[in-house]
């Protein structure tokens, strides 16, 4: 018995390195901007789900064209909210050379000395990054990030199963849509439905907003079906929920599965942000981490991420290109009349952030 | 009274198997849901052979089952041999209740008491990063060892000794004694505890969600997946591993049944 | 040394030394992080912010506690019945039970989703006859059913276990002395099955009330269970370590005392693993 599953298991590890075979590399011609002077290392990449084009359905698999590039090899993990990050890199338990946190939480992680400075100058695509994503406010002085997505909240419904709704974040709340609404399962982006519906700052500093928050998404948690971060795709293509905020890009994702689906920017205004890619503290293949990013960069590589991910993309080259599928799409790049009063999430002070966070906790308690 | 008993068998049997069929249904699904069956394709299967991060992580969970359950093995039977020898009954009633204590807690519990252990050394030498693939490991030995132990334990336990005195009497040394007449008796209980070892180091998630670095096995990886939208291929590498098992199982059975009815006794 | 005993205490020393440092000291620095602050000062103010997970507790608990009993309520019978088929039938039922748990729980579990789901598969049954859709997905029931799913193996295996070792001439006498098929069980049958039925429990409940998986696919993440409280407040950050090791030495506690209960009414008799 023991001899057959250990020739079993030996079969499978076999078949596991034969593989391989099945991805055919694109023909990118950047042979001679990278070196191999780093093959055999290893690059240890921390991203979100679903944030880099991977092969399948016939695109662009970038890790793997990336280690034929340079020899290197991409360990590439996944996280699915900011703090869940955030938790991983300061427990010390793993290392990283590449980071993708969002706008407040390359703040708190700066404020925190635990980033590294990225020589921009080494990055010869850096040029292509647009110059209104540039030293915003989490880095002034552009040194610590490479702007990778931007994009903004909304809300996504069914409309073969509910009528549009008022264009506000109160649709959450509705009676309505009992057993088929969905918020956030992340606290700052699921406070943040309930602060802009009383109209309160997402950076508020007071207490007091904090709870009234809190007890309005109490209200509504009886109405709603559950709390929910990726798994909003299955809920909403196949019409298992009807109505749910979420991330612009996510929603044209989902389009192409579901052409019943539309997408609103509620009144009260909403959240927009931006995910850069970082170098953190613990780095080990700093070199490498930047030939990374330089590749992200890349006009062919960032078009097929920016495809596939399907959020806004910083880079003027992709931006500009009238052959990318979502060129000048209405719902990624809106008008400046069309959005009204975005605001960003900035890095808030520690008693705060820990009310939140207690207050989260209470809300799933509650 | 008797079509009753057999109904009710076949019930729960449906009841155990109602995802397990879902699932291998899903796995054959031309579009990409797991929840609306568009059509009959092989996609997923071809689909499976460029999937490295899945096949990656297949490798790596078969890697630390097989070390795993190796070393626990060897450890495990090491260990049930010194228990047995071990002169105070308080010492030996101490060993085992600490060796109870991975198989009685939550794995929950034991998994952040592992990832606590690991981090609070890494910190406390100022290592750049606490888990890695030896944690990790060390992680799966842990939970393993107990299992050996019980599975071996008594049956040492039950060993006629006389054989082994005999042998002791005939001029072997205590070493060589122990692997000529101990160790063919209690091989298939040592094999018992190997299989169970390696069974739940491959199926464990709760553990090693709290203890895996970079080194992530197919569980972990699966969750990862569960947390978004699961494609059918994740169905179909299930699927396949279904169907090894499945038939691993068979052979297993019918070889046993065969030497019972050779031997002709009944279990 | 006792020439009777064939070992020497000297090779089960590599255990001992890994059993303390990856069993008991992982304990000790839990329960050090449970009795400090995020700065490493002495306190017993975790302990007092207990009150807020009265609710997950309780939650748990009763979850946990419905399960074991469903689970009991359907293994016993079919342990039972399985006892009472042809040996080479036994084994393959056997077989059968065991072989989804070669399979991974988190896709087991995930499954159940496409069959409980508004648009999942009962509920278009049902739809063909005009009813429905019934809630059935994201609700205690899902959650139980979940874990009832997921460990009845557990259950069966050991009470089949110590089903099958009793001796029939047991039975046999008893028949013989007058009693009916429903006394041999009450009598015979059900004490002697005890040490299965006692660690089946425990196999069943120790996972149930600790899972923070099940509740979170076929829950709807809308209540936390324990374990998802440990879980939320391990991945927020290093300055809730604390407070989550309370969490799960409380949890640890609450498994030793129900263990220990459970094991009482096994009387002496060792349990069967």
């Known amino acids: 018995m023991f001899k057959k599953i250990l020739a079993i298991s030996l079969c499978l590890v076999l078949c596991a390195s034969l593989c391989g075979c099945g991805y055919e590399y694109f023909d990118l011609d950047l042979e001679s901007t990278y070196t191999r002077e780093f093959a055999g290392t290893e690059l240890n990449v921390y991203n979100w789900g679903e944030y880099i084009s991977d092969g399948s359905e016939g695109c662009m698999d970038v890790n793997r064209e990336f280690e034929r590039l340079t020899g290197i090899k991409v360990n590439y993990t996944t996280f699915e909210s900011n703090e869940t990050m955030y938790s991983q890199l300061k427990n010390g338990g793993v290392s990283y050379d590449i980071i993708v946190p969002s706008d407040y939480m390359i703040a708190r992680l700066k404020s925190e000395d635990m980033l590294t400075k990225i020589d921009t100058s080494a990055l010869s695509n850096y040029k292509y990054i647009d110059d209104s994503y540039k030293g915003l406010y989490f880095d002034e002085t552009e040194e610590y990030t490479v702007p990778y997505n931007v994009g903004m909240v909304g809300i996504i419904y069914n409309s073969a199963l509910i009528d549009e709704p008022e264009h506000s974040w109160k649709a959450l709340w509705d009676e309505k849509y009992r057993n088929m609404s969905l918020n956030f399962n992340n606290p700052r982006d699921g406070f943040m439905t309930a602060q802009k519906l009383l109209g309160y700052s997402v950076n508020s500093t007071n207490l007091d907003e904090w709870d009234k928050a809190c007890e309005l998404l109490k209200d509504g948690k009886d109405v709603l079906q559950s709390y929910v971060m990726d798994e909003i795709y299955g809920k909403l293509e196949t019409g298992e929920a009807a109505i749910g905020p979420y991330y612009a890009g996510d929603y044209l994702v989902m389009l192409e599965v579901n052409p019943n689906l539309r997408f609103f920017y509620p009144e009260e205004g909403t959240n927009i942000f931006i995910d850069s890619i970082c170098i953190p503290k613990c780095v080990e293949n700093y070199e490498a981490a930047l030939a990374y990013i330089n590749f992200l960069l890349e006009p062919d590589i960032a078009l097929a991420n920016a495809e596939y991910i399907g959020y806004a993309t910083p880079h003027t080259a992709v931006m500009n290109n009238p052959d990318y599928c979502y060129y000048q799409d209405e719902i990624l790049y809106p008008k400046e009349e069309d959005i009204p009063n975005v605001e960003y999430y900035h890095d808030i002070p520690e008693s705060v952030r820990m009310h939140y966070e207690n207050l989260w906790l209470d809300l799933k308690l509650y | ?267 | ?273």
């Not at chain 2, 006629?160 to 007449?181: I, Q």
């Not at chain 3, 002697?192 to 709807?220: A, H």
Request: charged share 10%; with cysteine; net charge positive.
């Open chain 3, 1 to 273: 040394m006792n020439k009777k005993s064939f070992g020497s205490r000297i090779v089960a020393a590599p255990y001992i030394v890994w059993a303390a440092i990856f069993i008991v000291v992982p304990l000790v620095i839990m329960v050090y992080f449970a009795l400090t602050d995020s700065n490493g000062a002495f306190t017993l103010a975790n302990f007092a912010q207990i009150g807020k997970f009265k609710k997950a507790f309780g939650l748990s608990v009763l979850y946990a506690v419905i399960a074991t009993i469903i689970t009991l309520l359907l293994a016993y019978p079919m342990a039972y019945y399985m006892t009472k088929l042809k040996i080479s039938s036994q084994r393959m039922i056997m077989m059968l039970i065991m072989l989804p748990m070669w399979m991974n729980f988190l896709i087991r579990t995930y499954s159940w989703i496409t069959i409980l789901a508004n648009t999942g598969l009962i509920n278009k049954f049902l739809s063909l006859f005009g009813i429905g859709p019934l809630q059935l997905i994201n609700t205690p029931g899902a959650v139980i059913l979940g874990m009832v799913y997921d460990f009845i193996p557990y259950m069966i295996l050991p009470i089949y276990t110590a089903m099958s070792k009793i001796d029939n001439s047991l039975l046999e006498a008893a028949s013989d002395l007058g009693s009916n098929s429903l006394s041999r069980i009450r009598r015979v049958i059900m004490p002697l099955s005890l040490p299965g039925v006692i660690s089946g429990i425990t196999m069943v409940f120790v996972p149930s009330v600790s899972t923070f998986y099940i509740s979170q696919k076929l829950g709807g993440n809308k209540t936390l269970l324990i374990g998802d409280a440990i879980e939320y407040l391990f991945n927020t950050g290093p300055q809730y370590y604390n407070i989550a090791s309370t969490l799960s030495l409380i949890l640890m506690v609450l498994i030793l005392i129900s263990t220990l209960i459970m094991n009482k009414f096994g009387d002496d008799e060792e349990v069967v693993i």
């Open chain 2, 1 to 267: 009274m008797k079509t009753l008993s057999r109904i009710y068998v076949a019930l729960i049997l449906v009841f155990l198997y109602a995802p397990v069929a879902v699932m291998i249904l899903f796995s054959f699904n031309s579009g990409g849901s797991v929840w609306v069956f568009e059509g009959f394709s092989l996609d997923w299967y071809k689909g499976l052979a460029t999937n490295t991060s899945m096949l990656t992580a297949l490798q790596h969970t078969l890697i630390i089952a097989v070390l795993s359950a190796l070393i626990s093995t060897v450890m495990g039977t090491a260990a049930s041999v010194g228990i047995l020898a071990l002169r105070k009954k308080i010492s030996r009633s101490a060993v085992m209740s600490v060796t109870n204590i991975p198989m009685m807690n939550a794995d929950i519990v034991t998994g952040i008491s592992l990832m606590l252990l690991f981090v609070f050394v890494g910190n406390l030498f100022g290592l750049n990063e606490s888990l890695g693939f030896f944690t990790f490991l060390a992680a799966h030995i842990t939970f393993n060892l107990p299992y050996v132990i019980l599975s071996v334990l008594p049956r040492l336990r039950a060993t006629d000794m006389s054989l082994h005195e005999a042998a002791l009497d005939l001029g072997c040394t205590p070493v060589s004694a122990f692997f000529k007449v101990i160790l063919p008796s209690i091989s298939t209980s040592i094999f018992t505890g190997a299989i169970m070892a390696f069974t739940l180091s491959l199926d464990d998630f709760v553990i090693s969600y709290f203890t895996c670095g970079h080194y992530q096995t197919l569980p972990i990886v699966i969750y990862n997946m569960t947390k978004k939208t699961v494609a059918p291929d994740v169905y179909a590498l299930s699927t396949l591993i279904f169907l090894c098992v499945f038939v691993l199982l068979i052979l297993y059975n019918t070889l046993q049944s065969k030497s019972d009815s050779r031997r002709g006794f009944n279990v």
